[in-house]
């Protein structure tokens, strides 16, 4: 019975060719806004996602001390016995004290340099999250020297009256530190072993120089003329991996408990994500409104439908047809408008897609171009629109939805006609 109603709506909507079009152009236009709106949030969403970094990143929180204005409650310190209770935190991969050099300056030939150096644990250092330019994970050996991809490019001649940067080979320029007692009675200087460079990372240890712990103690001893005692010895920050992105909210809750401040771009993440849901769900919203406005239209040809087709109503109830059957037959009718004007809004959409993807990459940032932007269009890669199959899927299934139920009244004002009078009708 089914199979021949589909057949009966297919034929009655073929009969009236001009009114489907007019009235499923609503629906285009609703499901071609749906269609984009969701699509461009979900774009954006990942090309945020894509300049936080790889998982690494996400799961990488940062420690650091709070401060405490009552004395009579001094706030907790980042000594070895904190780093032991990080250690035993549910959902923590690796904890990574750092303690950071207290004075210095960069220096290679002429040339001076700025870049904070940060003494860690060698044995840690893969566990950073960083790579070396060449690929590899890095390996820090004792006397030797890490830095980040942009050290190099912080170096300027200090007797040229204009600053302008310059750039190091730190592999193969010989590198110095010069050092100074915080008393300002001496200084020293320490040739430093540059044994790689770091992939850009975009983030923090862009700007670094990584060397052992046990070398920066003995240096910060030698400008503070004070002992190391590790009874007393506090990190300057702590670096704290999450096992998963699932656990990072959990684990930074966990490190705030303690007293500490922590944060890092797995929370800043998920506040991102909720963000764009909803964004999603208003752009969505704004989008369906013109789909509301279609299942007037949609309401109104159905109706309009009914009422030429009255006495051919009757007929079919006069030889059989249940009201059920009538009822289906109109609701078939109008789910089957929703769907061609749906089908149609999704080519459309892809169209757009399409060009819209292409116009940002080939548009300049500026001169004229898409300066609106938050981001340089290179980073969108082809994809600030995305429209997924089941997005697709969801709005085919919107807008079939959206016309069977407008046509629901005059479906049912239809399946109630009495067949007497019907018939009189001419």
């Known amino acids: 019975m089914l199979y021949e109603l589909l057949q009966l709506a297919l034929a009655n909507l073929g009969r009236a060719r001009a009114r489907l079009l007019m ?59 904190a ?39 060698p044995r840690l250092m893969p566990y950073l999250g960083v790579v070396t330019q060449s690929g590899e994970v ?22 040229s009256e204009v600053f302008e940067p310059v750039s190091i080979d730190l592999t193969t320029t010989p590198v110095r530190l010069r050092m100074y007692k915080f008393d300002g009675s001496d200084d ?22 990584y060397m052992p712990l046990n070398d920066v103690i003995d240096l910060n001893e030698w400008i503070t ?22 656990t990072v909210t959990d684990v930074i809750e966990a490190i705030r408990e303690m007293g500490f401040g922590a944060g890092g771009m797995g929370e800043y993440l998920e506040s991102l994500n909720g963000f764009f849901t909803t964004m999603r769900l208003m752009l969505g919203g704004v989008g369906s409104i013109a789909l509301l406005v279609a299942a007037f239209g949609v ?19 006069a030889i059989g047809a249940t009201n059920q059957e009538i009822l289906l037959l109109f ?28 116009a940002i990459q080939q548009a300049p940032q500026e ?19 995305i429209i997924p199959s089941e997005l697709i899927l969801f709005a085919l299934a919107l807008a079939t939805m959206v016309g069977a139920l407008a046509g629901t009244y005059p479906a049912w004002r239809a399946a109630n006609m009495q067949p007497v009078q019907a018939l009189k009708q001419e």
Request: net charge negative; proline share 6%.
């Open 331 to 358: 609701l078939i009718e109008a789910g089957l408008v929703g769907l061609s004007g749906g089908v149609v809004g999704v080519l459309l959409s892809q169209v757009l897609q399409n060009a819209i993807n292409t």
């Open 367 to 385: 001169q004229g171009g898409i300066s609106f932007l938050p981001m340089d269009p290179s980073q969108i890669g082809g994809n600030l629109i």
């Open 83 to 121: 780093v032991q209770d990080m250690w035993r935190i549910p959902g923590v991969s690796v904890v990574i004290p750092t303690a950071r050099l207290q004075s210095g300056e960069l220096m290679a030939g002429d040339y001076s340099g700025y870049g904070e150096i940060l003494g860690i644990d």
């Open 23 to 81: 009235t499923a152009g609503g629906v285009v236009v609703g499901t071609t806004a749906v269609i984009i709106l969701i699509g461009l949030t979900l774009g954006l969403q990942q090309t945020a996602e894509a300049s936080i970094g790889s998982n690494a990143a996400i799961t990488q929180i940062d420690v650091y001390p709070s401060w405490n204005p009552d004395p009579d409650s001094p706030a907790p310190v980042l000594n070895n016995e």
């Open 225 to 246: 003329d004070q002992e190391y005692d590790p009874e007393k010895f506090v990190y300057d920050q702590v670096v704290v991996r999450a096992t998963s992105r699932e």
């Open 299 to 317: 309401a109104n040809t159905m109706m309009m439908a009914i009422l030429e087709r009255t006495r051919e109503i009757g007929i079919m109830k």
């Open 188 to 209: 020293r200087r320490v040739t430093l072993n540059v044994s790689a460079v770091l992939a850009e990372s975009r983030g923090y240890s862009d700007y670094v120089m």
């Open 138 to 159: 890095p390996v820090l050996e004792p006397g030797q020297v890490i830095a980040g991809f942009n050290v190099g490019n912080n170096f300027y001649n200090p007797e």
